[in-house]
């Protein structure tokens, strides 16, 4: 099997699944229960927290656990524009964001804020300082992704938070960093971000578990109410082995403190995905020059996704026609880059994890000229 659709879920480690199966065995306890167990069940979550915040420069109790990247998107951005209500007007954003970001924000568009969505060109960049220029006195909320998750652009948003701040202290900045964590290396501390999201899926642990940095003073309301677990942001008792799993993959893609991300044998990876999708002629690249490594998206002119990734599906190849979110439905980014129909309806998204081999590559090129001569009578 080829899997190379590590942006819309990856393989659980087997370290990770060792270290969730232990805890789930030994500390079934409630973390918020008085007893020795409970206890014992809460240093647990401490020392994930402790694991999670290493990796991203911040301070333990300045991350909160969640269920998932979606669930501490909407806790930063519900949070932070309740909590600003009485004078926030405006939002600003990317035109490319995911769904669990752009659906809020189209929300807040129909109850009367003023929403400007920053499109990306047609290369699939953003233009950070139009993001910036957007800001006004009534700006509650400045919103972007560290790393998009089709075309993987990766923005400089230590750069723009500090030009926001600079501007308007009061506008809370998020960072939506599910597709930027583990390969990206950023020390929140640093920066000027107020939230930054997280998921556990993306990086080799199971579905349902993420991650919200909010900066140390940094105000929100929280929307979901309920117990005190997680001081409040987000309540609803703990899963402590997902929570464990988290902490082993955050120790395991960022050596602790020395955090550093290693990307060598991606980047080999990449370069052989390119230098053999140059040699095809009906492929364009719609990624960024400077994209991640980890994520390339390119059409095929005159073969359809859809087609080209059942025909690829029969090897025994896995890739994406887009982002996993949308079903098979045109791509939002690609929309948004204004891309010509063709290139739209031909577009694959490859994504790697570190796990991904040469071999996957030459077998994924292969499977592409084979489309090329075989998919040739079902063309458009
Ligand atoms: N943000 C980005 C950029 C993503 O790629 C995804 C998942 O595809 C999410 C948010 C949502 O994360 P989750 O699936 O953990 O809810």
């Known amino acids: 099997m080829h899997y190379l659709d590590n942006a819309a879920t990856t393989k659980v480690s087997s370290e990770v699944a060792d270290t969730i199966y232990e805890v789930m065995k030994t500390h079934f306890a409630n973390p918020s229960s008085l007893y020795n167990i409970g206890m014992y069940a809460e240093q647990v979550i401490e020392t994930a927290r402790a694991q999670v915040a290493a990796s991203l420069g911040c301070k333990p109790e300045e991350l909160y656990f969640t269920g998932c990247g979606t669930e501490s998107n909407n806790i930063a951005i519900q949070g932070a524009v309740t909590a600003r209500k009485a004078w926030g007007k405006s939002i600003v954003c990317t035109g490319f964001e995911h769904p669990a970001v752009y659906k809020q924000l189209d929300r807040?568009?129909?109850?009367?804020?003023?929403?400007?969505?920053?499109?990306?060109?047609?290369?699939?960049?953003?233009?950070?300082?139009?993001?910036?220029?957007?800001?006004?006195?009534?700006?509650?909320?400045?919103?972007?992704?560290?790393?998009?998750?089709?075309?993987?652009?990766?923005?400089?948003?230590?750069?723009?938070?500090?030009?926001?701040?600079?501007?308007?202290?009061?506008?809370?900045?998020?960072?939506?960093?599910?597709?930027?964590w583990g390969k990206t290396f950023i020390q929140l501390n640093k920066t000027d971000i107020d939230s930054y999201s997280i998921s556990g899926h993306k990086v080799h642990v199971p579905k349902g578990i993420g991650a919200l940095y909010l900066r140390k003073g940094f105000h929100i309301e929280p929307p979901f109410l309920g117990g005190g677990q997680e001081r409040g942001i987000r309540p609803g008792t703990e899963n402590i082995p997902y929570i464990a799993g988290l902490g082993k993959a955050?120790?395991?893609?960022?050596?602790?403190?020395?955090?550093?991300?290693?990307?060598?044998?991606?980047?080999?990876l990449h370069k052989a995905l390119m230098d053999g999708l140059a040699q095809m002629e009906n492929v364009v690249i719609n990624s960024p020059k400077e994209a991640t490594p980890y994520v390339v998206n390119f059409s095929m002119l005159g073969i359809r996704s859809e087609n080209l990734l059942h025909f690829l599906e029969a090897k025994e190849i896995f890739v994406s026609s887009g982002s996993a979110c949308s079903k098979g439905a045109a791509s939002h980014t690609l929309l948004a880059m204004k891309l010509p129909d063709e290139r739209i309806d031909g577009a694959v998204r490859v994504s790697f994890c570190a796990e991904s081999t040469l071999e996957d590559v030459q077998a994924l090129l292969q499977g592409l000229q084979d489309a090329n001569k075989e998919l040739a009578k079902v063309r458009k």
């Open 250 to 268: 955050a120790e395991l893609l960022y050596d602790g403190q020395t955090a550093y991300v290693n990307d060598t044998h991606v980047k080999i």
């Open 108 to 180: 807040y568009a129909k109850e009367g804020y003023n929403v400007t969505f920053i499109a990306p060109d047609a290369n699939g960049h953003i233009d950070e300082e139009a993001i910036v220029a957007t800001v006004e006195k009534d700006t509650c909320l400045a919103t972007f992704m560290h790393v998009n998750n089709e075309i993987g652009t990766v923005l400089q948003v230590a750069d723009i938070a500090k030009k926001i701040k600079a501007k308007n202290n009061r506008t809370a900045v998020h960072v939506d960093g599910v597709q930027a």
